[in-house]
């Protein structure tokens, strides 16, 4: 004899659906059967779905053509954009279509959905790393789906991976300016453009610099100048610095005197040199009252059979390995941002409401890839055989009280 339940309390149902979307990570397909069962199941489960919404590139057209305005701005607290370029034709003219298709799905995200997320906290917009060399966005894009935030986003995370550019030569859009208009109201911020300068945080007045007044709940601000040649990257041209680099840790600088914060000030950098003792080196600038800079060598690894490319990282803490460029700059950043396993980006002190655990990262220790690989022809590297041999340690992670953009040079020992 079997027996049934009439009804299902909505609390109980909540929790089932809920226990339903994490089990398998947070994919949209592991709620899809429960939205078919019945219209009561369908209003339970579209809010779980909706809360931290994750969009690739693949997933904008059908979404712009049918989500749920009711649901979406009720429900979404999160946005996270994972963007690549779309594969719409083939052709001489293929990436520029492709390019063009993707700037007008953005265009009407902007125009026809973000000022519907009335609830929206957290918004992420980010470049697929491996992305073809002809991909890009536009500025004016960037600005308008900026301009478009609700004032309840406070977190904000723009990475372009370096490839935004204006419209066109008569273009006057400067990006610094739109998020210099946003800070205030901020509590996490992680930027990462093609260009940028101290304008991010003041204006140059006819009296001198105007720096922004960030918020007393802002957290951190985190401002990634590395371009995909292991440099810096530019500044804007209206400014005279040499590099964003220098140009954003000078307007930080001004800024905290002015204004006193308590939100943690980070500027990320990278240096090369073609001195064959110099190794490329990470810089992470914290600005204070003063300047520290925690400089970090970067050495290449042999491929091995499931990870093409492996990067060895000594920070001040330990050495570290990498499965690529974006995990170790991420690494050296401290995660201040992460990646869910549903692909949601959030800052790392919210993580936790999202219903599913932070993705797995590809970082082990030297101790445990040693081990890993251990009797490997890819199990080494140039620099651990020379401290083998030299019995010492000839390169480290370094403080700096300055922000010169200077390589570590591994230590030659006497004889």
Known sequence: MTTTIKTISPELLSQVLKFVYQSRDGRPSSLLGCLLVCRRWRDHALPILYRHLVLRTNHLSRFLGCFDHQTFSSSTQSMSLHLFQPRVTRGRHASAVANHTLDGFLRRLAKDVLPLALRLVTFSFTAKRDNPHGLYFYRETISAILSALPVGCVNIEIDTGNRDWNHDDASQVHLCHDIRALLPRLRHCRIKLRTMCSAMVGSHEEQGF???????????????????????????????????????IKGLRRMVKQHETKAELVVMGATDDSDRLSCKTLLRCHVGSDITTWTMPIVNLPRTWDHNSNLYIRTEKAGFVGDGSGVIEEFAEGFRWKTMRSRARLPASVADTCLVPEKRIEVWTETEWRHRYKGGWNSSCSLWRNEEKAGMRLLDAEKRQDFELRCLVEITPEG
Do not use: G, K
């Not at 040649?229 to 500044?235: A, D, I």
């Open 210 to 248: 105007c720096a922004v007044h960030l918020s007393p709940s802002m957290q951190s601000l985190v401002v990634n100048c590395i371009s995909n040649q292991w440099e810096v990257n530019s500044r804007c041209p209206s400014h005279d610095e040499s590099t964003a680099w220098h140009s954003v």
